[in-house]
């Protein structure tokens, strides 16, 4: 299985971006689909995932109103639309996929670098 995210860049404060997770084989459709965030210096965090049973979603907190994950089937893609943008945004953010929420990640994607200006 192979995840490679793509999007990432240089905005400011308040702009959007949208992240595009390609994944090999079909596991969008099969496997908890995800986007983690990992500033410099820190830990990596949750950021939101989609159930692959019926598309529900859940963000973490410092996310919500402003971020949407979705998916295409079709393209074996998850999206990461991000908007009003803050520079505490600023992370590497990578794609992962998972068997179910109670299990760890079971595949990771390369990352891609967000940067928020203020």
């Known amino acids: 299985v192979q995840l490679q995210a793509s999007g990432g860049g240089l905005v400011q404060a308040g702009g959007s971006l949208r992240l595009s997770c390609a994944a090999s084989?079909?596991?969008?459709?099969?496997?908890?689909m995800g986007w983690y965030r990992q500033a410099p210096g820190k830990q990596r965090d949750f950021v939101a995932h989609?159930?692959?049973?019926?598309?529900?979603?859940n963000y973490a907190d410092s996310v919500k109103g402003r971020f949407t994950i979705s998916r295409d089937i079709a393209k074996n893609t998850v999206y990461l639309q991000m908007d009003s943008l803050k520079p505490e945004d600023t992370a590497v953010y990578y794609c992962?996929?998972?068997?179910?929420?109670?299990?760890?990640?079971?595949?990771w994607g390369q990352g891609t670098q967000v940067t928020v200006s203020s």
């Open positions: 992962a996929a998972r068997t179910s929420t109670y299990t760890r990640v079971n595949y």
């Open positions: 989609i159930i692959p049973r019926d598309g529900s979603t």
């Open positions: 084989g079909s596991i969008v459709s099969g496997k908890v």
